[in-house]
């Protein structure tokens, strides 16, 4: 009895340490690392350009406003490639007639037919005395006169044309109508009544101030970007036109003119803009995002995964913009780069990508 009771009490404490030793061996190790996800993407070579950059606002290169010369009747005339008055927005072509100013006592008064008979008849006059001359039947002093007579009767003729041609007012240059009064038909307008104004803007001009730290960076010629919030999905561009040596001793800034390519009218005149000026560039080269660069005190780096494990790289930069740097060293082609999970990451960290 005593030596069951004995192998008894032996063997519950046996048992109560196995089934602790098992439960011990089931518990989560405290100290295992947690992967933390993260997004990835291979390194690729890639293209940078350093850029200023400036706002303004873009003008015609050419504009003019037309007035009447004359007073007559109004008269708003067809376009002749769409068979209908001109209205706003029509392109028109240097030596269109627009507008035509209508009065016929004017025409009466210029005489225009007499002046060309006038014309005719002092050239047959001269050639008839000039050939009497040769002959030696006329004097010199005749020929002269009649030299003069027919000189003054082409200047007489130019002089009506001249006047004639104010009632027809016509487009002085390759434009679009962006202005255009309204006059009933038929009514008389006055001398030095505005009718239409055209603007040129298949090329536009922007004027530009810079700090004076960007004047050696900056040349004439400079490649410039044009962005528009009208055309998000476009990009125009242009370049530096015009340049002043001489800085502002007030704002110490520099004047400079961009002109802008616009041939197919996309952007207009007036518009608000962004313009960035390349001043370098560089093609395949490492680039990255500045947004997951860590500064550190030891300076700038990034973090790149081998086998779920992720590494702090320290990278030194060259050229750089806005958003985005080059990578000079620290970094290599194909390298699995962190773009989003860093903020959390030592070195050495465990990771789980999740693309």
Do not use: H
């Not at 490639?81 to 029509?90: A, E, K, P, Q, T």
Request: glycine share 6%.
């Amino acid at each position: 009895m005593k030596r069951n009771t004995l192998i008894k009490y032996t063997l519950i404490p046996l048992f109560f340490l196995t089934v602790l030793a098992g439960c011990k061996n089931e518990e989560p190790d405290a100290e295992a690392d947690v992967a933390v996800p993260v997004s990835i993407i291979d390194i690729k070579y890639q293209s940078i350009e350093e850029f200023i950059t400036t706002n303004g606002t873009v003008l015609p290169t050419k504009e003019v406003k037309l007035v009447s010369e004359m007073s007559g009747k109004y008269k708003l005339l067809n376009n002749p490639r769409s068979g209908r008055v001109w209205v706003l927005g029509d392109i028109v072509k240097a030596g269109d007639v627009v507008v035509s100013i209508e009065d016929e006592e004017y025409v009466n008064n210029i005489q225009i037919k007499s002046k060309e008979m006038n014309l005719e008849i002092s050239k047959s006059e001269l050639a008839k005395i000039k050939s009497l001359y040769e002959k030696g039947g006329e004097t010199l002093r005749t020929l002269n006169t009649a030299e003069q007579t027919f000189i003054n009767a082409q200047y007489t003729l130019e002089n009506a044309k001249l006047q004639m041609a104010k009632m027809q007012v016509k487009a002085p240059f390759n434009g679009v109508i962006v202005d255009l009064t309204y006059y009933t038909p038929g009514n008389k307008i006055q001398s030095n009544a505005e009718l239409f104004s055209i603007m040129d803007y298949k090329k536009l001009f922007m004027e530009i101030q810079l700090p004076e730290k960007n004047l050696a960076k900056i040349n004439v010629s400079q490649k410039v970007r044009i962005l528009n919030y009208t055309m998000p999905d476009d990009t125009l561009w242009g370049s530096i036109s015009q340049m002043s040596p001489a800085i502002n001793p007030d704002t110490r800034n520099f004047k400079g003119i961009i002109t802008v390519n616009n041939a197919d009218l996309r952007l207009r005149p007036g518009s608000y803009v962004r313009a960035e000026i390349v001043t370098n560039s560089k093609d395949s080269t490492i680039v990255v995002s500045k947004d997951i660069i860590v500064s550190r005190q030891r300076g700038k780096s990034v973090f790149i995964v081998e086998q779920n494990t992720a590494y702090e790289k320290t990278i030194k930069t060259g050229l750089e913009n806005p958003d985005q740097v080059e990578v000079l060293e620290g970094l290599k082609l194909n390298n699995r780069l962190v773009t989003e999970g860093f903020e959390t990451l030592g070195n050495r960290s465990k990771v789980k990508i999740i693309r």
